[in-house]
């Protein structure tokens, strides 16, 4: 799936209204064509059939369908109700960031969907109940008014799920696991299980920048259309920024150059290739999991340190926010992030795609938790211990560098702190750098 693709499926994923919508013009068109069934098959049924079905008159038929629909309606505004007040729950206490992970819930889907469907269903059935007048036959549609009976207990049923679902949904360990999880299908998205390291790529001798077209966050690239791009008009291009990162209107995020030695790019031709580069990228108002990596650590650490804030003072949560980080960390040295390289048939790199290395990754989870955690012990303790799992998880050495440099931040930070005697040896003995060499 292509980078604009997958960037249109992630923005209905996470809207609250496709499948509601859906739903209730399903319920719709179900709720003209099941009474035109019931007119043709009325008086047809078999008797040990028609005992499961509705058997009263035209207004009790009435009574039942309009008592459907309005409580259905009730239930339905108190859903969105309780939504949102999560919505704002989640944002306030823990991180506005965290909205997404709300609205992509596909058990919230599914209930609205199911509310809405019932209130559209009942509400156009009761259209076709009709009384003797005027000459015309009573209609009582049996399997219409039945059906609405049924949604209509499965909507009690799925609204009791719905507040158990809520109830554990807006806990922070549920939060911060759903976070890990998507951030660990964005990892497996973009970086192959055996992904060569790729290294920083070729560098011009002079190259021309191309400005971004839009302003907003860097959502996703099209691979195939950016190659194809190139390929075209004999060029190489490397992106300087990776998903995730802001473009302005105007201003560079990318330099070309001429494939061929000593050629240099037109200016039509740099006018054509600007538009085309522009084409094969998404952005949008906020930053997503379709191809940012980044994304899911930016989340966990925006939760850590609200934790530690001195207004929710909660440490323990910044602690389990900290072993998740390390959990991705420990998935990534395994998967040699970094740049990835595009090629043509010849094998020569065309493209040059900018993506985050094990050490930004690790200074995003290192530097903002140290710098609002260091002073508790326990907070202290944990980074400590990320660092020595990702030693652990390394054991060629390839981020030995990286993680001997936080470990030195921590040393300095913990000796900065006021700790106490016995807290201070503890953490320093932990800081060691051969303990981290032996892990």
Same mark, same amino acid.
């Given at each position: 799936?292509?980078?604009?693709?997958?960037?249109?499926?992630d923005?209905?994923?996470?809207?609250?209204?496709?499948?509601?919508?859906?739903?209730?013009? +399903?319920?719709?068109?179900?709720?003209?064509?099941?009474?035109?069934?019931?007119?043709?098959?009325?008086?047809?049924?078999?008797?040990?059939?028609?005992?499961?079905?509705?058997?009263?008159g035209?207004e009790?038929?009435?009574?039942?369908?309009?008592?459907?629909?309005?409580?259905?309606?009730?239930?339905?505004?108190? *859903?969105? /109700?309780?939504?949102?007040?999560?919505?704002?729950?989640?944002?306030?206490?823990?991180?506005?960031?965290?909205?997404?992970?709300?609205?992509?819930?596909?058990?919230?889907?599914?209930?609205?969907?199911?509310?809405?469907?019932?209130?559209?269903?009942?509400?156009?059935?009761?259209? /076709?109940?009709?009384?003797?007048?005027?000459?015309?036959?009573?209609?009582?549609?049996?399997?219409?008014?039945?059906?609405?009976?049924?949604?209509?207990?499965?909507?009690?049923?799925?609204?009791?799920?719905?507040?158990?679902?809520?109830?554990?949904?807006?806990?922070?360990e *549920?939060?911060?696991?759903?976070?890990?999880?998507?951030?660990?299908?964005?990892?497996?998205?973009?970086?192959?299980?055996?992904r060569?390291?790729?290294?920083?790529?070729?560098?011009?001798?002079?190259?021309?920048?191309?400005?971004?077209?839009? /302003?907003?966050?860097?959502?996703?690239?099209?691979?195939?259309?950016?190659?194809?791009?190139?390929?075209?008009?004999?060029?190489?291009?490397?992106?300087?920024?990776?998903?995730g990162?802001?473009?302005?209107?105007?201003?560079?995020?990318?330099?070309?150059?001429?494939?061929?030695?000593?050629?240099?790019?037109?200016?039509?031709?740099?006018e054509?290739?600007?538009?085309?580069?522009?084409?094969?990228?998404? *952005?949008?108002?906020?930053?997503?999991?379709?191809?940012?990596?980044?994304?899911?650590?930016?989340?966990?650490?925006?939760?850590?340190?609200?934790?530690?804030?001195?207004?929710?003072?909660?440490?323990?949560?910044?602690?389990?926010?900290?072993?998740?980080?390390?959990?991705?960390?420990?998935?990534?040295?395994e998967?040699?992030?970094?740049?990835?390289?595009?090629?043509?048939?010849?094998?020569?790199?065309?493209?040059?795609? /900018?993506?985050? *290395?094990?050490?930004?990754?690790?200074?995003?989870?290192?530097?903002?938790?140290?710098?609002?955690?260091?002073?508790?012990?326990?907070?202290?303790?944990?980074?400590?211990?990320?660092?020595?799992?990702?030693?652990?998880?390394?054991?060629?050495?390839?981020?030995?560098?990286?993680?001997?440099?936080?470990?030195?931040?921590?040393?300095?930070?913990?000796?900065?702190?006021?700790y106490?005697?016995?807290?201070?040896?503890?953490?320093?003995?932990?800081?060691d750098?051969?303990? +981290?060499?032996?892990?």
């Amino acid at each position: 799936m292509n980078g604009r693709a997958a960037h249109v499926l992630d923005s209905l994923r996470t809207q609250l209204w496709p499948l509601p919508a859906l739903a209730v013009a +399903l319920a719709v068109v179900l709720g003209v064509a099941l009474p035109a069934l019931d007119s043709a098959v009325d008086g047809e049924l078999p008797e040990n059939v028609g005992v499961f079905l509705f058997s009263g008159g035209p207004e009790a038929a009435r009574s039942i369908l309009q008592a459907i629909s309005g409580s259905l309606i009730t239930v339905t505004s108190l *859903t969105f /109700s309780l939504t949102v007040v999560t919505l704002q729950l989640a944002s306030s206490q823990f991180s506005p960031r965290l909205l997404r992970t709300f609205t992509s819930d596909r058990f919230v889907h599914g209930t609205l969907a199911l509310f809405l469907a019932a209130f559209a269903f009942a509400l156009t059935v009761l259209r /076709s109940v009709r009384d003797e007048s005027n000459g015309n036959a009573a209609f009582v549609p049996e399997i219409s008014v039945t059906a609405a009976f049924a949604l209509a207990i499965a909507s009690v049923v799925g609204l009791v799920l719905f507040l158990a679902h809520l109830a554990r949904e807006i806990r922070v360990e *549920t939060m911060m696991r759903r976070v890990n999880l998507e951030a660990q299908e964005t990892i497996d998205r973009v970086f192959a299980e055996d992904r060569p390291a790729a290294g920083p790529g070729p560098v011009p001798a002079s190259g021309v920048p191309i400005n971004s077209y839009s /302003s907003g966050f860097l959502t996703s690239v099209d691979k195939d259309a950016l190659l194809h791009a190139v390929k075209k008009y004999g060029a190489v291009v490397r992106l300087d920024v990776p998903p995730g990162s802001s473009l302005v209107v105007g201003v560079p995020f990318a330099t070309a150059w001429a494939v061929e030695r000593g050629v240099i790019l037109g200016a039509e031709t740099r006018e054509k290739l600007t538009h085309e580069v522009n084409a094969a990228l998404a *952005t949008g108002f906020e930053r997503t999991n379709v191809q940012d990596v980044g994304f899911g650590f930016r989340q966990l650490v925006d939760v850590a340190v609200r934790a530690l804030s001195p207004g929710i003072n909660d440490p323990t949560t910044a602690v389990h926010v900290i072993g998740h980080l390390s959990d991705l960390l420990c998935r990534l040295a395994e998967r040699n992030p970094g740049p990835e390289h595009l090629t043509d048939d010849d094998g020569r790199i065309r493209v040059v795609l /900018s993506l985050p *290395t094990l050490r930004d990754l690790l200074d995003m989870a290192m530097d903002q938790p140290r710098k609002y955690g260091a002073r508790d012990p326990a907070v202290a303790d944990r980074l400590l211990g990320l660092l020595h799992e990702v030693a652990w998880c390394d054991p060629r050495g390839e981020y030995r560098e990286e993680t001997l440099d936080h470990l030195e931040q921590m040393r300095l930070a913990i000796l900065a702190a006021d700790y106490s005697a016995p807290e201070l040896r503890r953490l320093l003995k932990k800081a060691d750098s051969q303990g +981290l060499a032996q892990a």
